[in-house]
Structure formats: structure tokens, C-alpha cells
């Protein structure tokens, strides 16, 4: 569920659009609680409070001159619509319509309140684990906007567990214009439901609970029924039943029964029932407010036309928009197409599950609808791509806005109590004569997929050579798919050697294509797209078994030598991973202490904590982790403490200065301390000048790899490395 401030922020703009309104203000005694239309710093807080004292009103408002004003209480204390325009009066149906949508805006207040004071009370019985846990997912299921009908069995469902009672029973009627009963029953054997469902309020026992308007409890069940005339039901001996109400009265009754004899119900079991009783009322009033508020908010063509979850314009309200637009658009007033995409957004919902990536976009659509101008229109096409109509700009125009998108997206989210940096890649297209309105959106896609191929978080304008080579993209990825089949990817290895002595102690696996066609292509030709559309993972798998069956072979004359292999930060998603190594070492005969994992400064900032149970799990196979290109992301030092981190590799942008530059020698010298202080090995790749090794050496880096030494090694090349010598010399290259 939204908090207060969203949702009332929501409505409000809903009001403003629905009325054509310049100014639309919430107030509750006499302060201004939040106003569209009149900046925070200059609010005409006396002119505002005069025009919700009456119901209808003409006002002189700053900067817009003679208005018509309506007000409309919110059913909630003390607060008032204030609604104003500066075109025609509002008519009757306009008046009606916004009483409604005040009506509306409380209901939803009182739900937002009401969701708040239950998880108060939940963490108040943190003590009682098992209570507090199904009450939490009652609440989720709720937050959710589950069905009504599932909250129900939730509830009965959990009462007959929290209580340990036979029968547990929740009838509710007269909500709105749904005039019939609905009801859940659990641990009743037959089919009473729908004579349960019908049973009037006031009558049996439980009726007492709706006439006195509270718990009412009995451990001589029979007793009760026979004061009254009525045959009680066989069996039962102890009875409570709490009232279920909604907005200031009683529309249903939660009642539970127990069969065993001489069972009385403590107050520790009533203030459960009350609880329970609570979140049913909770979601009657939550069921409820959205049902108000899309019957007088939204409507069916709202809906239609709108997403659910961000509640901006779906794809169909965007086509439409943009073909209105194309019609009125000149040579001299073109119109401009935003193509907005969220990176890495998969990785994100499949690292943190998809109600986070839910509130992600959630956020990123209030930055989007935040920085662009007030005549342009943001949609949700589908998944994590945003569109933004431009009206009335040029390219260069529409690029700029694009970048000021970008820049917005600089401040780290705040998910869940959680830092959340995320990054948005946009594609800009300009009308042109013969377009449609599907045609330039498919231009302004293309370019999106320039923005990504480029490197992410950047903007891109269409150019007709985009789309060849988005086609040209289409056919390498099913290329690589092909390829994946045939075994055509396969490890080359470049040594990590001692520095002291120049022999081999590592090899580092780096993958290669044996194109049918082209020949051998390096990671640079097909890396990324393989990353983007998750075939890196099979990718993966296969460059670890085979570089794994080569050392295999490799151990009998070198035992002590091991391997590192790059992964992909998307294994680290779900626990895969781990049965994979344990399959593969045990394979190939290898203990895990022969096998290096690199990983990359992202994924430890990453901070996840599934991330880090699947590391934990490799370590107790001995695998050890190296992170890859050290320096050139943001680590911070308390998660390289927490993460179990061995080694630290130098990238290679800082070892190119070395001897020459001191800002680089700086930062290597650091990197070499860190690594000390924290008992890591460190690594420098890229060494290709003896001044670099012999900087190296004296600064206490002991091992290294570049193409000084070698460059990388198909596995029939590095056998004949290998076996090239014997002895203490079996390492040499």
C-alpha cells in the first residue's frame, strides 16, 4: 500500500487532471496539508482556508487571476478539498464528482492509517514470533491488494492455527453497492459455507457481538443457546466472536468455536481474535477504498488506458497521444519520442525479487513525471521501459531533456531502507513526415538499444543506420545461441606468473569464440550482448568445465598450479552456481583450492544477501575469490571485510602508468598495502614493459600478468608450455 504523502499526492494530481483544475489543495485544520498549483514558499494559506470555509466561492489566486473555487469535506477529520480553475464554473456533475473523489481520498487515508497502526501493533508482539509472522502476511496479502476473498481465508485460516480451535468463521455484508454476504470458513467438514454465509448478524450468539459492538466469549456454549430459545449446535463447548467494522459500524462478525470440553479462552487467545478482527477490518476498508476510488477515479476507461502499478499511460494511451500529436507537428514544431530504459533491471528484480523491482519503477516513474515539462506525457509501455511525448521541440531539444532524465537518476534510490543506484539508458527519435505514431517509437527503441550497446546510463538519437545494425544485433544473438549448442566457445588461458622467479603459478581462464565463418573472435565481439540477454550463463558453464578438464591434465606435471575463471554477476541470483562447481570439480577430480573465482566490484557493493550465502558456499568447497579490475569501481572496505575475499587484482588502467606517472604508482602502492593489511594476494595484470614488472617486484606485488610474459593461450598451445620442460623449470614460458 502507498504511505499518506503518496497517496495523497496521487490523488490530488488525479483531481487536477479529471477537473482541468490550476489548484487543487488538501487542507486539515486550517493547514495546508499538500497544494498542486502554488509553490511550497508561496502558498496564499489565508486565501486557501476562506475558499474551503464555503462551498462554492470566486477568488483572485496569485498568478492566475479570478477562479472559480469548490470545496468538499474528506471523510477524515478535519480535512477539506479545495478545488479551483480559472475557465467555466463548475457544474453540478463537476461538484459531485469531486465530493466523490474526496469521499474517495479519505477512505484511502483511513486505510494507509489504519495498515500503519497494525504493523505498530505486530512489532509491538515481536515476543510471539508465530503471531506476529501470520499477521504479517495477512498485512502483505492486503498491501497487496489481495482479493478480498483470499484476505478472508488468510484470516479464518490463521485464527484456527493461532487459537487451536475446530471452527473459525467470518461473514461480512453491505459494503457499498455489493449488497450480498461474502464469508470463509475453516475446519468446518461438509458444505455449510453457504449456510453459514447467510445466517443474519444479529442472530445466535455471535449476534452478540453485533449488538454490543465487542468481544463476547463463552465456555458453556450450550448455556448460551438455550437462554435464547435456540438448539445449540452439537459439540461446540467454547465460543468467542469479535465485531469486523467499517467506517464507524459493525458489517461483520469473526466468530471461532473449540469442541473440546471444559476449554476456556484466556485473554492472551480474546486479544487474538480482536487482532484478527482488526486486519478484517483493515481489509474491508482497504477492499473498499480501491473499489470508491476506481469506480470514482478511475472508471473503466481510466483503467483502460492506464497502468496499474505506476498509474501512468499503458502503450495504447501512448500510441494515441502520440498520433494526436503527429497531426499538429511541423517542420518548425516537431515532435520528439523518449525512449526510456531501466539497466540491469532483470539482474535487480531477480537479486531482490520482484515487489522491489515493483517499487523501483514505482520511483523511477515519479522522477521521470518530476523533470519533464509540464506538456509532455510519460507512459509505461511494459516491464521497465518508460516513453516520453515530447510536443513542440527539436531533436537537440528533446536530447537535452533526455540527459536532465538521465542526471535524475544520479541520487540513489532509498527501496525498503535500502541504497539503490540505478541507471537509465534513452533513445530519442524526431517526427518525420511519413512516420506513424508505431514507427517512431520504434525509432526511438533502437536508439534505447544504441544507449545500452554504448555502455548504459547515456542518451541516444535515432539515425536510419541503427536500425541494420539492430537487426545485425538480433542475428549475433541467435548466432551465440548456436554456437552455445555446437561447443563452439572455448577457454584460451593466460598465466599469472611469480615475479621473483617468472614461473607460472595461475592461469586465468578467458573465453574465445570459434566462429564457423569468422574465425577466432575475442570476448569484445559477443560478451556483452551475452551478458544482456542471459545467455552468459550457459556461456559460463561451459568455459568452467572445459578449463577445469584441462587442468585436470595440466595437475600431473604441475600439482600446485590453479585456475581462475571470470562469472557473471547474474549467477549470483539464485544458488545454481553452487551445485554446479560441486559437480564440476568433482568431475574432473579437483579440489576446490585449484579453482579462483573473479568477481567484480559490483556485485560485492551489491551487498545482497543471497550474494553472500552463495559465496559462503563455494568457499566450503575451498573455492577462493579474487576481485577482478580492482580500483576502477566504488569498494568499500567494510564489505571487502565481509565478503570472503582472497585475492585483489590491479587493473590494468593503473598498471600502464607505472615509471611514469605518480598518481597511478600512488594507487597501486595502496592497492598493494590494502591487500597486506587484509592478508589478500594481490595481482597486476596488463604488465607488458620490464619497467612496470621491476616497479612491481619492488613494491612488493609478487605476481603478475600481461603479455610480457604471454599473451593468452589456446589449451593445445599451453600444453606444449607446459610439457616444453622439466623440474623447477616445468613452469617456464
Known amino acids: 500500500?502507498?504511505?499518506?504523502?503518496?497517496?495523497?499526492?496521487?490523488?490530488?494530481d488525479r483531481v487536477a487532471a479529471a477537473l482541468d483544475a490550476e489548484v487543487?489543495?488538501?487542507?486539515?485544520?486550517?493547514?495546508v496539508v499538500r497544494c498542486l498549483g502554488f509553490q511550497p514558499d508561496s502558498l496564499p494559506v489565508k486565501l486557501l482556508r476562506t475558499a474551503a470555509s464555503v462551498r462554492f466561492s470566486e477568488v483572485d489566486a496569485p498568478g492566475i487571476g479570478p477562479a472559480h473555487s469548490v470545496s468538499a469535506a474528506v471523510s477524515a477529520a478535519g480535512c477539506r478539498l479545495v478545488v479551483m480553475r480559472a475557465a467555466d464554473p463548475f457544474d453540478k456533475e463537476e461538484e459531485m464528482l469531486i465530493r466523490s473523489m474526496a469521499k474517495a481520498l479519505g477512505l484511502a487515508m483511513t486505510a494507509t492509517d489504519r495498515l500503519t497502526e497494525s504493523r505498530e501493533l505486530a512489532e509491538r508482539l515481536s515476543e510471539r514470533q508465530y503471531l506476529g509472522d501470520r499477521l504479517s502476511l495477512i498485512q502483505q496479502s492486503i498491501s497487496h491488494r489481495a482479493p478480498l476473498q483470499e484476505v478472508m481465508d488468510s484470516i479464518t485460516q490463521g485464527g484456527a492455527e493461532l487459537l487451536g480451535v475446530d471452527v473459525v468463521g467470518l461473514r461480512i455484508v453491505g459494503l457499498g453497492e455489493r449488497s450480498g454476504p461474502i464469508a470463509s470458513l475453516a475446519g468446518f467438514q461438509g458444505d455449510g459455507l453457504e449456510a453459514f454465509r447467510d445466517i443474519p448478524l444479529h442472530q445466535g450468539f455471535s449476534g452478540r457481538a453485533f449488538l454490543e459492538g465487542e468481544l463476547v466469549s463463552t465456555h458453556d456454549f450450550s448455556a448460551e443457546f438455550e437462554q435464547v430459545g435456540l438448539v445449540p449446535q452439537i459439540g461446540i463447548e467454547a465460543a468467542m466472536a469479535a465485531p469486523v467494522q467499517h467506517d464507524g459500524r459493525i458489517v461483520g462478525i469473526l466468530n471461532v468455536a473449540s469442541r473440546v470440553s471444559g476449554r476456556q479462552f484466556t485473554p492472551a487467545e480474546q486479544e487474538v481474535l480482536l487482532r484478527l478482527a482488526d486486519h478484517a477490518s483493515l481489509a474491508v476498508t482497504d477492499a473498499e477504498a480501491v473499489h470508491v476510488l476506481r469506480d470514482s477515479l478511475e472508471g473503466e476507461r481510466f483503467k483502460a488506458g492506464h497502468d496499474a502499478l505506476t498509474a501512468l499511460p499503458n502503450r495504447s494511451s501512448v500510441l494515441e497521444m502520440i498520433e494526436y500529436e503527429l497531426r499538429g507537428a511541423t517542420s518548425m514544431t516537431p515532435l520528439c519520442v523518449l525512449y526510456v530504459d531501466v539497466d540491469r533491471f532483470k539482474l535487480l528484480n531477480d537479486m531482490h525479487g520482484h515487489f522491489f523491482g515493483d517499487l523501483v519503477l514505482v520511483e523511477v516513474a515519479n522522477r521521470l513525471r518530476s523533470t519533464v515539462r509540464e506538456e509532455d506525457l510519460v507512459g509505461r509501455l511494459a516491464g521497465d521501459e518508460f516513453v516520453v511525448v515530447a510536443?513542440?521541440?527539436?531533436?537537440?531539444?528533446?536530447?537535452?531533456?533526455?540527459?536532465?532524465?538521465?542526471q535524475t537518476m544520479s541520487e540513489p534510490l532509498l527501496i525498503q531502507g535500502r541504497s539503490t543506484q540505478v541507471t537509465l539508458s534513452v533513445g530519442v527519435a524526431e517526427s518525420l513526415p511519413s512516420l506513424t505514431s508505431e514507427s517512431l517509437l520504434s525509432n526511438a527503441d533502437v536508439a534505447m538499444y544504441r544507449a545500452k550497446t554504448n555502455g548504459r546510463d547515456s542518451v541516444v538519437r535515432y539515425d536510419t543506420q541503427m536500425r541494420e545494425e539492430m537487426f545485425q544485433r538480433a542475428d549475433l544473438e541467435h548466432e551465440i545461441t548456436l554456437g552455445l549448442k555446437a561447443g563452439e566457445f572455448v577457454p584460451f588461458f593466460q598465466p599469472s606468473v611469480d615475479l621473483a622467479t617468472e614461473r607460472i603459478d595461475s592461469l586465468e581462464a578467458l573465453v574465445r569464440w570459434n566462429h564457423p565463418t569468422r574465425g577466432e573472435l575475442?570476448?569484445?565481439a559477443f560478451l556483452e550482448l551475452a551478458e544482456e540477454t542471459g545467455l552468459i550463463i550457459e556461456l559460463d558453464k561451459q568455459v568452467l568445465d572445459e578449463a577445469c578438464r584441462r587442468l585436470a591434465?595440466?595437475?600431473?606435471?604441475?600439482?600446485?598450479?590453479?585456475?581462475s575463471v571470470n562469472l557473471s554477476v547474474r549467477h549470483f541470483a539464485n544458488t545454481d552456481i553452487v551445485d554446479f562447481v560441486a559437480a564440476t570439480l568433482a568431475k574432473h577430480r579437483l579440489h576446490g583450492s585449484r579453482l579462483w573465482l573473479e568477481i567484480t566490484e559490483s556485485m560485492v557493493m551489491a551487498n545482497n544477501a543471497m550474494t553472500l550465502d552463495i559465496l559462503r558456499s563455494l568457499r566450503s568447497l575451498g573455492v577462493r575469490f579474487m576481485v577482478d579490475d580492482f580500483g576502477t569501481g566504488y569498494s568499500s572496505l567494510v564489505y571487502l571485510k565481509r565478503y570472503p575475499i582472497d585475492a585483489l587484482k590491479v587493473d590494468r588502467e593503473f598498471?600502464?602508468?607505472?615509471?611514469?606517472?605518480?598518481?597511478?604508482e600512488a594507487i597501486v602502492t595502496a592497492i598493494i598495502r590494502l591487500?597486506?593489511?587484509?592478508?589478500?594476494?594481490?595481482?597486476?595484470?596488463g604488465v607488458e614493459t620490464e619497467v612496470q614488472k621491476?616497479?612491481?617486484?619492488?613494491?612488493?606485488?609478487?605476481?603478475?600478468?600481461?603479455?610480457?610474459?604471454?599473451?593468452?593461450?589456446?589449451?593445445?598451445?599451453?600444453d606444449l608450455v607446459l610439457l616444453s620442460s622439466t623440474g623447477m623449470d616445468s613452469g617456464l614460458i
Request: glycine letters at 10%; charged letters at 25%; hydrophobic letters at 45%.
Open 522 to 524: 575475442s570476448p569484445a
Open 655 to 664: 598498471v600502464d602508468g607505472l615509471g611514469v606517472d605518480l598518481e597511478d
Open 675 to 685: 591487500a597486506e593489511a587484509l592478508g589478500h594476494e594481490v595481482i597486476a595484470e
Open 1 to 12: 500500500m502507498l504511505d499518506a504523502d503518496k497517496m495523497t499526492r496521487i490523488a490530488i
Open 694 to 718: 621491476n616497479w612491481l617486484l619492488e613494491a612488493g606485488c609478487l605476481q603478475a600478468q600481461g603479455f610480457l610474459f604471454s599473451k593468452p593461450l589456446s589449451g593445445d598451445d599451453l
Open 24 to 31: 487543487v489543495a488538501l487542507l486539515k485544520e486550517d493547514s
Open 391 to 406: 510536443p513542440g521541440i527539436s531533436g537537440q531539444a528533446a536530447e537535452a531533456l533526455a540527459e536532465r532524465i538521465v
Open 553 to 563: 591434465g595440466w595437475t600431473q606435471t604441475n600439482p600446485e598450479l590453479t585456475l
